[in-house]
């Protein structure tokens, strides 16, 4: 925070707690969702369907709502695009290896 501005610190600082809630759902459910991916569960496109919503809720709110493009310019879209962008394109992967029949249900009886 030391480069910044004192308008962007206080931007920063007036981030309301529940965008930090939306922030560790999307995380916890975009990890569980790769893992799930990783061993081959057709969950994971639920759960990258979560990170995926509350990754737009937060990039929206931070962004366009709560004015984080007019404090921080427009350099500072950068990484929400990148993060939705990756967002979208984990899902649309589960989606078509769930398609594809690559995925099996979580709790798939072995025989």
Same mark, same amino acid.
């Given at each position: @925070?030391e480069s910044m501005?004192?308008?962007q610190?206080e931007?920063?600082?007036?981030? +309301?707690?529940w $965008?930090?809630?939306?922030?560790a $759902?999307?995380?916890?459910?975009g990890l569980?969702?790769?893992?799930?991916? *990783?061993m081959r569960?057709?969950?994971s496109?639920? *759960?990258?369907? $979560?990170?995926?919503?509350?990754?737009?809720?937060?990039m *929206?709110?931070? @962004?366009?709502?709560?004015g984080?493009l007019q404090? @921080?310019?427009?350099?500072?879209?950068?990484? +929400?695009?990148?993060?939705? $962008?990756l967002?979208i394109?984990?899902?649309?992967?589960s989606?078509?290896?769930?398609?594809?029949?690559?995925?099996? +249900?979580?709790?798939k009886?072995?025989?």
């Open positions: @925070m501005t004192e308008k610190k931007w920063t600082r007036s981030t +309301p707690s $965008i930090y809630f939306v922030f $759902i999307s995380v916890s459910t569980a969702g790769s893992i799930c991916l *990783l569960k057709a969950s496109v639920l *759960l990258f369907t $979560i990170s995926f919503v509350a990754v737009l809720i937060q *929206l709110y931070t @962004m366009l709502i709560a984080g404090v @921080m310019g427009p350099s500072g879209a950068v990484m +929400p695009a990148v993060v939705i $962008i967002s394109a984990w899902l649309l992967f989606q078509f290896s769930k398609g594809k029949g690559w995925l099996v +249900p979580f709790l009886a072995s025989a």
